[in-house]
């Protein structure tokens, strides 16, 4: 059995418990572990001594107990315990507040290694609750300590006494995946040595050069697995040349409304590719609410015009349902005939869907993932469109074209790239972008709020429910389960529906309702029956009620700005002013600058260079935003560089070596297949 794919339960001192708590971060296997690389250290390596401490610097001294300790009690709940202590430099004292048992454990004469925050006043040096330990113990004072990430039951210190095992266990393990010629012309450390320098760094400088041999080699494993997988499924520039047909002007001049200049130049940009004989693969971004739908129906349009299916994926039973109405409605008038595939339906209707999508007799079908199942089979698909390409991975996105004979493609999104990273990412799409808002769109207004403003954002609320507005509230996100998150929309919606709102009517959605469920919320509160939707992220794409214009966001510090982003544009969809209110319960810094970024700008692409700036990749590129795998090193916005060097690296390397079959890309190939594998739920 292969050592790294051991369960981390059978690790010294992980055990059955741990182990459960550690799957809470994603962490199964050994491997799993070794990679779990740390999000920040603190280096106590600086060495002073208490005549040349700075006020407010973070050091580490040798001093010496030359006092008894003494305990001050300020009032009910602060009490400061003062330890005088001495060097060869002079005298200061360690002050611990609210540990007034520590009073007998330091004796005149015993010698410490202590950790701590200078504070220097007039009259004496003080280090503020130290990291102390005996001299000659050395384990938690004088070096470089990793911090981890950490769930509920695990500290800091527990995560280093299971990283040192698996390292002194299982390090040896590790095989050097990079061949020799990479490691020699970027003079890379290796393998074993990254790993053990990125958790137990010797230097400050070893922990930058662990993490820039990580960095490249995940880089060039995701640049050589998303080239392999693009060129596997577009190996046939041949595609279907759409005839050219002068019904599709005049659909666009029946329009009920007038196409916006960026909409008309990604049409013709998509018509263009249809009329092309090499097939289309078109990455289309754009902002919420920016009209990504029609374009999408006009080449639906020209497709089924020319004799061809065409199938639209969606991420949700929600979305997909919106998408079918709003083509169905465009289209119907024009004997096209739509149907919609998803899971929710009955087995005998779903049998129905799938004869008359063989036989040819449904000539659009949009659907979930349930379009991808290997009983979907089309008469003859020409055209596929997957909305929120976020969602779906990689090989989702090629699993439907596959469904047909290399059928154009176009690829949409709401979540804004940054535009070098998507050339990068999407390397295989033409790109366009709808960079307009339809007229008459009013700006969002946003503004971030204390939860001390809570009742006054409450009595606003209220004023716009008076005037026959509707609102959206989002419960906070708690990350380490799903169904706490529930839990607290449940505890938000009993408050607001029996003490605040009392006069209204209040609904909740959450992601454990069935599609049943949620559709008949929806559409609740699309007839207004429905005033105030209590609500998890659920709603983060494709709800359209035009006359909700209020949203507020609860614990806004939990979510990235591209997520804020989205879930504000579910409001300002109608012709009334809209209103984005963020209440953040942090005053950290980067959550400050965060909601200062929210209010300012209303621009998706602004929005998410800045999360990329502020997050890292976490998230914001892992599995669950973008169909890429998890990045546990690598940050896509920090390391471009390594990027670019990565994918011109992998060009090559493919070049000569499509299948990584040479002996010394078997290491690579094996990291490849890593990085890829399939999650296990």
């Known amino acids: 059995m292969d050592n790294l794919n051991l369960n981390v339960q059978y690790i010294k001192g992980v055990g059955p418990k741990r182990a459960y708590r550690l799957r809470r971060l994603n962490v199964e296997t050994v491997r799993d572990l070794i990679y779990f690389i740390p999000r920040d250290y603190d280096d106590r390596s600086l060495f002073k001594n208490l005549g ?3 006020n407010g610097e973070k050091i580490s001294l040798e001093v010496e107990i030359c006092g008894n300790s003494s305990l001050n009690r300020i009032k009910k709940n602060l009490s ?44 004496e040096i003080q280090i503020t609750n130290p990291i102390y330990e005996k001299e000659g113990e050395s384990k938690k004072t004088g070096k470089i300590i990793p911090i981890y990430n950490l769930t509920s039951g695990l500290t800091n210190n527990e995560m280093l006494k299971i990283i040192h095992n698996v390292l002194e266990e299982y390090l040896t393990s590790i095989d050097e995946s990079l061949p020799s010629y990479l490691i020699k012309k970027y003079k890379l450390m290796g393998i074993q040595e990254s790993i053990k320098n990125i958790h137990f760094p010797e230097s400050k400088n070893n922990i930058n050069l662990a993490r820039r041999r990580l960095a490249y080699e995940e880089l060039l494993a995701l640049q050589l697995g998303l080239t392999t997988i693009k060129n596997k499924a577009y190996n046939s ?67 089924v015009l020319s004799g061809y299916q065409a199938a639209m994926m969606a991420p949700t039973e929600i979305l997909a349902s919106q998408h079918f109405d709003s083509i169905s409605k465009f289209l119907s008038p024009y004997g096209i005939s739509c149907e919609l595939l998803v899971g929710s339906i009955s087995k005998k209707r779903k049998d129905e869907i799938l004869e008359d999508l063989e036989s040819g007799k449904i000539d659009i079908i949009v659907g979930t993932h349930a379009l991808i199942q290997d009983n979907v089979e089309f008469q003859r698909l020409g055209l596929v469109i997957t909305d929120e390409q976020h969602r779906f991975g990689v090989k989702q996105r090629v699993s439907l074209s596959e469904k047909g004979s290399n059928p154009d493609i176009i690829v949409m999104t709401a979540t804004p790239i940054p535009r070098t990273l998507a050339l990068i990412l999407y390397g295989d799409l033409d790109i366009s972008v709808i960079d307009e808002l339809p007229p008459g769109r ?30 959206y509230v989002v419960c906070p996100l708690i990350e380490e ?114 909601m200062r970024i929210m209010q300012q700008s209303t621009d998706g692409f602004v929005i998410s260079e800045k999360d990329l700036e502020l997050r890292g990749p976490g998230e914001f590129f892992g599995t669950r935003q973008h169909g890429l795998p998890e990045l546990r090193v690598a940050n896509l916005f920090t390391d471009i560089n390594i990027l670019k060097a990565a994918q011109k690296d992998a060009k090559l390397i493919l070049e000569r070596d499509p299948d990584l079959a040479d002996p010394e890309h078997i290491g690579l190939r094996k ?11």
């Not at 204390?450 to 026959?468: A, H, N, P, T, W």
């Open 481 to 594: 389960s799903e169904s706490l998150t529930i839990s607290a929309a449940e505890k938000l919606y009993r408050e607001l529906k029996e003490d605040v709102y009392r006069k209204f009517n209040v609904g909740i959605l959450h992601g454990k309702m069935t599609s049943k469920e949620k559709d008949e919320i929806m559409e609740d509160f699309k007839a207004n029956r429905i005033n105030i939707l209590v609500s998890t992220t659920v709603i983060e794409v494709g709800v359209n009620v035009p006359n909700a214009n209020i949203m507020v966001i609860f614990n806004a510090e939990r979510f990235g700005l591209a997520q804020l982003h989205q879930l504000r544009g579910r409001v300002g969809r109608g012709e009334y002013q809209s209103y984005c209110i963020l209440i953040n319960e942090s005053f950290n810094p980067i959550s400050m600058e965060r």
């Open 237 to 303: 520039t041949n595609g279907i040349k759409f005839p050219s047909r002068d019904e599709v002007y005049d659909f666009l001049d029946n329009l009920p409304f007038k196409l916006t200049k960026a909409q008309l130049k990604v049409t013709n940009e998509i018509i263009e590719d249809m009329e092309n004989d090499r097939q289309m693969n078109r990455l289309v971004q754009g902002d919420v609410g920016s009209g990504k739908t029609v374009v999408g129906v006009v080449a639906m349009y020209k497709a």
């Open 52 to 54: 040349s401490a700075v």
């Open 442 to 471: 009013k700006e969002i207004e946003t503004f971030a709020a204390g939860i001390d403003m809570k009742e006054r954002i409450y009595k606003f609320v209220e004023k716009q429910l008076q005037e026959g507005r509707q609102a």
């Open 671 to 681: 990291r490849v297949l890593e990085l890829f594998k399939e999650p296990s739920n």
């Open 80 to 123: 400061i315990l003062k330890i005088p202590v001495k060097d060869n430099s002079g005298f200061g004292n360690l002050t611990f507040f609210n540990q007034d048992y520590l009073r007998e454990k330091f004796k005149i004469g015993e010698k410490y290694i202590v950790n701590g925050k200078v504070n220097k006043t007039h009259f």
